[in-house]
């Protein structure tokens, strides 16, 4: 079969557009994809170990030793108090809950939808997600305080017969956190079998070892191909609606309260697409420096990808601006003065500059850059884009929780919130999440070879003897 199935130029490609512009009509033989991949992933300069020691450093003092100072001290020395009792460890629990929802829903939902420009990308994306949960669970254990006795958040039996507080939402975080972390681990873990299976035949030592247990004694039959494909169709159907669940949870923390601002309907859909608008910015600020940092990555993340993830910022940021909005306009409308001064606070209050701010990262940055596709095929500019836009994202939820705490019906209570060491441990926590993805790019292959292989099979006229087989490019 091989041998006579010869590729033959698309016939219905335009004039001016150079199919090897696109990844699926530029194949390489599957073995040099392969060994490109396997040599990005064993191939480490000095530069890596330079920013690898810097994040190491910034993760044992910013958040081991800063942990550690206010595990000791207690939480007198972060800036909670009454009556902000939740500070920034809650906005760090929201923005890393949305940065981790749109990796897994970037890979469903194009997997679903059978958006062939996914391919190459979708690993990246959820391996995001599954370190971004880690960095919200650590929140929620540094909002705890006394973190050794978390266990007391898992329900089960206990001599005295003491049950977790089911009405308490540090309860409800835990659930979610926990139920996501496990759907999206196994979605992770499922395409990756194959290509366990394949950094196995490649290495030797302790990673040939490694990948011989992850690999699961994959070798490719068409059995293995087929149980494969049908759960990962199962898991991709299936995670969308988790993830919307999950999110919406996240947004009963604050609609459930009687706080001003807060009392609001439309939290839940706002929410989700809030984890959407920074979560694909985040993708797209790390697709960015896997092509930049990565040998060969060039090859396998093109502008045409950095094209179809800033559409969809720019279709998300439209949506979050019609959510924002609603949300908005609805208690101005409604007439409740307590509603109002919350709106006048963030509007006019000491941190103003907070609430424009974040309009115009969230708003006018990628509306004024990702209509226009050169711009939006620039990685480095879709790259920046995504930077502000989480900047943006990070400061919406500053302004729904410590400033929507300070606003409540008792003004004589009213205090500004003032950070204190949980600025040390958001700043450990990014550094976290980036040197558990520099970790993972020398173990685990970040591109999915054999599903951008099967793309560029799919989308390759071949000619079999005297018939001329149409690929899936024909017939879509």
Same mark, same amino acid.
């Given at each position: ?194 290509d366990m299976a394949m950094a196995r035949d490649r290495s030797t030592g302790w990673r040939k070892t490694l990948y011989k247990i992850l690999g699961l004694g994959f070798r490719g039959t068409e059995g293995e191909w087929k149980n494969l494909t049908t759960a990962m169709n199962l898991f991709a159907f299936a995670i969308i609606p988790v993830m919307f669940s999950v999110h919406t949870i996240v947004s009963w923390d604050f609609a459930m309260a009687s706080r001003p601002g807060w009392s ?22 790390? !697709?960015? +420096? &896997?092509? @930049?940092?990565?040998?060969? /990555?060039? #090859? %396998? ?8 993830? *800033?559409? !969809?910022? +720019? &279709?998300? @940021?439209?949506?979050?601006? /019609?959510? #924002? %909005? ?8 409604? *007439? ?141």
């Amino acid at each position: 079969m091989t041998s006579l199935a010869k590729p033959l130029a698309r016939p219905h490609a335009e004039e001016h557009e150079d199919p090897r512009e696109h990844l699926m009509h530029d194949p390489l033989p599957r073995g040099k994809m392969n060994e490109m991949v396997m040599e990005a992933m064993h191939e480490t300069n000095w530069k890596f170990w330079v920013v690898t020691g810097i994040l190491a450093v910034l993760v044992a003092t910013c958040l081991g030793y800063a942990w550690y100072y206010l595990i000791d001290k207690g939480l007198g020395v972060a800036g909670v108090n009454m009556p902000v009792f939740w500070g920034i460890f809650l906005v760090d629990v929201v923005f890393w809950i949305g940065i981790s929802h749109a990796g897994t829903f970037i890979s469903a939902i194009l997997r679903v939808l059978k958006v062939e420009s996914r391919r190459p990308f979708t690993r990246a994306a959820e391996l995001m997600t599954t370190f971004g949960l880690v960095q919200a669970a650590i929140s929620v254990f540094m909002h705890m305080g006394r973190v050794w006795l978390s266990y007391w958040m898992a329900p089960i039996p206990n001599e005295r017969m003491i049950w977790p507080d089911f009405h308490s939402p540090l309860m409800w975080d835990f659930m979610a956190i926990s139920t996501y972390l496990l759907c999206s681990t196994m979605y992770l873990f499922l395409p990756l079998i194959p290509d366990m299976a394949m950094a196995r035949d490649r290495s030797t030592g302790w990673r040939k070892t490694l990948y011989k247990i992850l690999g699961l004694g994959f070798r490719g039959t068409e059995g293995e191909w087929k149980n494969l494909t049908t759960a990962m169709n199962l898991f991709a159907f299936a995670i969308i609606p988790v993830m919307f669940s999950v999110h919406t949870i996240v947004s009963w923390d604050f609609a459930m309260a009687s706080r001003p601002g807060w009392s609001s309907t439309v939290f839940g859909p706002y929410f989700v697409i809030g984890a959407l608008h920074s979560g694909m910015a985040a993708v797209a600020i790390v !697709l960015f +420096l &896997l092509r @930049s940092t990565m040998k060969h /990555y060039k #090859y %396998f993340i093109r502008p045409e990808h950095f094209d179809t993830i *800033g559409m !969809l910022m +720019l &279709l998300v @940021s439209m949506a979050w601006a /019609y959510f #924002y %909005f609603n949300d908005y306009i609805v208690p101005w409308y409604g *007439g409740d003065v307590w509603d109002k001064l919350f709106q006048e606070w963030a509007e006019k209050g000491p941190l103003w500059y907070l609430w424009y701010t974040m309009l115009f990262c969230n708003i006018v940055v990628p509306w004024s850059i990702l209509w226009n596709k050169k711009w939006r095929r620039t990685p480095w500019l879709l790259a920046s884009a995504g930077i502000l836009i989480n900047v943006g994202m990070w400061l919406e939820r500053y302004i729904i929780i410590p400033e929507g705490l300070t606003i409540n019906r008792m003004p004589f209570t009213w205090r500004l919130y003032i950070p204190g060491v949980e600025i040390a441990l958001t700043v450990g926590m990014f550094a976290l999440f980036l040197l558990l993805y520099m970790l993972a790019s020398r173990v685990i292959p970040l591109i999915p070879v054999w599903e951008v292989q099967e793309g560029q099979e799919a989308h390759l006229l071949r000619k079999i003897g005297k018939a001329e087989i149409p690929t899936l490019s024909e017939l879509e």
